[in-house]
């Protein structure tokens, strides 16, 4: 019914950026918030940031990660900025989506690998 695609994943040297954008197609009446989270190897799958009502981010990128969305295309676009090599992880979109009168489902896109190294 819904699909995320997320892109601008990539390689790149700490201190550097990257900006992660996600799009929503499919059956859209409306969203409520679209998120990011990551996940490293050997980690749980943690949230970076959301859009929802005030945005939240985790503690180990407050100041350096920026979420912004664009409601009119439907995306989430993600600016990391003094990338760090534990930044290193699959991202993932994730979108809280009403899909009709009542009914809403909570959808994941396929991720996108961020690699912060020398």
């Known amino acids: 019914q819904v699909q995320l695609a997320e892109s601008g994943g990539g390689v790149v040297q700490p201190g550097g950026s990257l900006r992660l954008s996600c799009v929503a197609s499919g059956r859209i009446r409306s969203i409520n918030a679209m998120d990011w989270y990551r996940q490293a190897p050997g980690k749980e799958r943690e949230l970076v940031a959301s859009?929802?009502?005030?945005?939240r981010y985790a503690d180990s990128v407050q100041g350096r990660f920026t979420i912004s969305r664009d409601n009119a295309k439907n995306t989430v676009y993600l600016q990391m900025n003094s990338l760090k090599p534990e930044d290193t992880a699959v991202y993932y979109c994730?979108?809280?989506?009403?899909?009709?009168?009542?009914?809403?489902?909570?959808?994941w896109g396929q991720g996108t690998q961020v690699t912060v190294s020398s």
């Open positions: 859009s929802g009502g005030s945005q």
């Open positions: 994730a979108a809280d989506v009403k899909t009709g009168v009542v009914s809403r489902g909570y959808y």
